[in-house]
């Protein structure tokens, strides 16, 4: 038989997938989450808890008036001499590299205020890995609230002297973090309500040794209190693969175009 030929042109995979509307892409790739995730006999040294990783990027979108009416160019560029741009946010599955979820703004809409729209979709027992920019108060709290936990980097702002808090181990303590005084804009008076006055919080700092990584070591904040069943090691194993979703972005916006 004649070897099988793989093209490695796009074209006719764009032409099938622009004969779909969007409701029945969005089933599809729901149900192709799903089973991929019912695939796996369990996660990451986790036992039955899945791990979600949040992380955001930007597109470069046609130039048309549409476009620009709808996702305006940044502001620090000169009008007619740029594109409109895109602000994506993104949730995809440790284990299976999928696109869980997918939230968008203008590009002037902070990565922030779109990271809130993925905690509906949380469900209890959920682990969520992220980025420094997603370890504020209020998503600790919210999270806590749900039934989830989080890792994130701790934000260079926050006091970083383990001399101070319940000592866990070395680099490692429980600190209390409290209610920030001004309300976010975007919030309403009862949602900062319910927000807690405090919270204890559990600071760790690992090292990666993974060489493709930018960051060798880091400071986490986390939910997960327990020092005894969440090892500083295990913690550090999770970060080094939150690296991954880079690369799941690069692909949906390089090799599909």
Known sequence: PEPLHVSHDSSPY????ARLDLDNLSAIRAALTQRMAQSLPSGPGLGPRPVKVVDGTSLTMPDT???????PQPPSQTPGCGFPQMRLLALFSLDTGALLERVRGQYTTSEVRLFRNFWPRLDPGDILLGDRIFGFYYAMAELTRRGA??????NVQRDQDFRRGQRLGKHDRLVTWYKPRVKPKDLTDEQWALVPAQMVVREVKVKTNDPS??????VLCTTLLDHKKWPKAKLGELLSRRWQVELNLDDLKTTLQ
């Open 14 to 17: 764009c032409q099938a997938r």
């Open 149 to 154: 936990d989080g890792i994130f980097g701790l």
């Open 65 to 71: 008036p549409e476009n620009q009416a709808a996702y």
């Open 213 to 218: 990584c930018r960051v060798r070591q880091v």
